[in-house]
Structures are given as C-alpha cells and as structure tokens.
C-alpha cells in the first residue's frame, strides 16, 4: 500500500536536484519561522513584557510586512530571485544570532522585542515575493501545480511539527536558544538556495526603470487580469468577513474556559491535518477549470462557520475545521499555480507582492473588527453573516466568464496550465 501511494505521488519531481534543493531550504525555513510565535513570546514574557508586551511584539511584524511587501517583489525582480532570498535568510539569521547574545547576556527591554519583530518582518518581506516568483524558474509550466501542491504540504508539515517540537524546548531551556535554532534554519536555507541553478539571472530589459515605474509595471499586469483582481478581491473578502470570526469568535462555541482551550486545540489541529488532505488533493487532482474550483473551495470555511453558529459538538467542529484547512490549502495551490502560469516572468514577484498585501491587510481587518461587531450584534448572528457572504459571492464568482473559462487542452498529458486571459509576454530575458 505504501509502494502504491508513493507511485501515485509526484515524488519524482525530487529527482530533480535545483527543485530538491529548493524544497530543503522551504523545509528548514517553515519550521524555523513556525516555532519563532511562541519562542518570541515566552522570551518577552521572561524579560517582564507581559501579556500586552506579547501582543505589541507580535502586532509589530504586520505593518512593516505590508508596507515592503511591495518593495520586496520589485527588487526581487529587478535583482534576482535567488540572490534575493538568500540575502533575506543572511540578514534574518544575523539579526537572530544577535537577538540571542544579547538575550543569553544583558536582557532586552520590550522595545528591542518590537524593534527584533519589527526588522525580521521586513527581511520577510524581501523574500516571500522571491519565492513565489522563484517556482517557475525551477519547475516545467506543466508540473506547476505539483510542485506548489508539494511545497503546501510541506509548510502544513511543517507549521505542525513546529509549534510541538518549540514547545518541548521551551519547557526545558530558554527560548534564546529556541531563536538560535531558527537561526540555523535561515542558515540551512541559504545554503540550499546556493546550490539551485537556473539559467535565469536578473532582469536586465528593464533596468532603465525607475523604482516607481518598475512598480507602476507590476501594477499593469496585476490590474489587467480581470480573474486574478476578481479572485483575490473575493478570497480577501473571505478571509476578512469569515475567516476573521471564526477564528476570533469560535473558541466561545465551544464550552468554558478549563475545557474550551482543549477543545478548541482539537480543532485547530484538525484544520492543520486539512491542510495536508488539501495538498495531497492537490498533487494528484487536476481541474478542467481551476479557477472555478479554487471559488467553491471557500465553502469548507463557510460550512465551519456555520456550525460553530449551531454551537455543534466538538466532533463535527473538527470536521469542519479540517474542511476549512484542505479547502483553503487547495485554493492556495490552484491560485498560485494560476498566477505562475499566466503572469509573465519578469513580473512574477511583484504581482504576487500584491497578493501578500492584500492577504495580510485582509486578516488583520478580520481579526480586527469580528469581536467588536459580535459585542454589538451577537456571535451567532456575525457567523451566519459569514456563512451566507460566502455562498453568495461564490454564487456571483462563478458567473464571471473569466473564473469559468477552461484551457484548451486542459487536463491532457498532465497538463492544466491557466490562461483564463490572453498571455501577454514581456520582452524582458
């Protein structure tokens, strides 16, 4: 049985030493950056930050995050993407590394805590939109979707282990040394990123360009796609007006506070467990129509918020969530592999830069406002806000012809590349 499954998943794709080491360093990142939360905030709760301390510091990543998101895929483009991402690894594990000294010798007041949060999140930013625009450079067109199905199941992976192994640490030794270890991990991925070769360098066609309008260019191409505005105005939606409640509100749905935070641990863990499903679903199903696809694939998330406004058993939360969590991981594939198909190369991490912001402004809105609108109208009635908000701008989604439109020849020879528009290729080598 383990023989067949491992023939029916795309591991051959390892094979190919640029996107295994790729992998490697996607690994090693993952779950650096999936113990630094909890890490950072028992170390501010060490140094007498508190519990307000805690929420400033990890508040301090967001802005930073949105405002050089966009300047991290212009210059991603305009310098490289490899040589990009491995000076962001460099200059997060050196800001690590002094972190740490400085914590293991003379402490840190809460302001170095924001300062630390703060800078990390803009080397974050450098290299997030990199990557996303790195993926084509190292996989065939036609295994796109593979490949991103791939990487999704390793940062679901990854995002588990994380959070368990960091706690274990924590228990038995200071969280410096927690921070050290994610260090080590920005180290490994920049080893690994060195030893991918791809015969794309930077782009050189637009080098006369000024920031502004290198910016302004990605923009175009962002903007004249009907289906990649549309579908991130809606996902962005979908995040802000039902994944922000349900994430703020749903641990009030299942019972106090002694047994609710077990309770709802179950169910946060089982979302995690959806998201490998939805990264396997993703390695082996192909859709005619992926657009389409990734819209009904919010519907996991509408059906979770509603049975948390049911106040449903435990049991049938942890279905929901794990429906929630595939759902969401298999839009993402679908999404990313869409934009890499269509978008043309010299613009890739600027258009996906785009997608980061909006995804972080879209989450921060809806962790924002889920609990003072619950305040005044209820939780319940908030939820099945959500529930119907989703249902109904899929409904109005799926009638846009540049989400229902298929390739021609889509789903042949493995292949499922996403034009839903036009390929307007750049002149740009």
């Known amino acids: 049985m383990t023989n067949g499954l491992a023939a029916r998943l795309p591991l051959d794709l390892l094979r190919e030493r640029n996107l295994r080491r790729l992998f490697a360093a996607q690994a090693a990142s993952v779950l650096g950056s999936s113990m630094m939360p909890i890490a950072l905030s028992f170390a501010v709760l060490e140094h007498g930050g508190g519990a307000s301390g805690v929420g400033l510091v990890l508040g301090a990543q967001t802005a930073p995050l949105m405002i050089f998101l966009l300047a991290g895929g212009v210059l991603a483009d305009r310098w490289g993407r490899r040589i990009t991402m491995i000076g962001s690894d460099l200059v997060r594990a050196a800001i690590e590394i002094t972190v740490v000294v400085i914590l293991l010798t003379v402490g840190m007041p809460l302001g170095g805590f924001v300062a630390f949060a703060a800078v990390l999140s803009v080397a974050a930013a450098f290299f997030h939109p990199a990557f996303h625009g ?185 279905v929901g969530s794990l429906l929630s969590g595939a759902g969401f991981a298999l839009l993402h594939i679908l999404w990313t592999s869409s934009l890499q198909a269509d978008v043309p190369s010299d613009a890739m991490s600027r258009v996906s830069a785009y997608d980061g912001v909006a995804t972080v402004l879209s989450m921060t809105v809806g962790y924002w406002w889920a609990a003072p609108v619950a305040a005044e109208v209820g939780a319940a009635p908030l939820l099945w806000f959500g529930v119907v908000w989703t249902v109904a701008s899929a409904a109005v989604m799926a009638t846009l012809p540049q989400i229902r439109r298929s390739v021609p020849g889509a789903g042949k020879d493995g292949e499922d590349g996403v034009v839903p528009e036009p390929r307007e290729r750049s002149t740009a080598h």
């Not at 995040?239 to 506070?257: A, R, W």
């Open 134 to 318: 790195f993926v084509p450079e190292v996989v065939s067109g036609k295994r796109l979707q593979e490949a991103n199905a791939l990487g999704s199941t390793l940062n679901s992976v990854g995002s588990l282990l994380g959070p368990a192994v960091c706690g274990a640490l924590v228990v038995w030794t200071d969280p410096a040394w927690v921070i050290a270890i994610d260090a080590g991990t920005f180290l490994v991925s920049a080893l690994c990123l060195a030893g991918v070769r791809t015969s794309s360098a930077k782009n050189t066609a637009r080098e006369g360009e000024s920031f502004s309008q290198q910016l302004r260019h990605g923009w175009r191409e962002f903007s004249s796609r009907t289906w990649l505005w549309s579908l991130l105005a809606y996902t962005s939606l979908a995040t802000t007006f039902v994944m922000g409640p349900v994430t703020v509100l749903g641990i009030t749905s299942v019972g106090g506070k002694e047994n609710g935070a077990a309770q709802w641990g179950t169910v946060m863990a089982a979302q995690g467990v959806g998201s490998l499903l939805g990264g396997l679903v993703g390695m082996r199903v192909r859709f005619r129509r992926p657009l389409l696809a990734s819209v009904f694939c919010t519907f996991g998330l509408g059906a979770f918020g509603a049975l948390l406004a049911l106040r449903a058993p435990v049991y049938l939360l942890v």
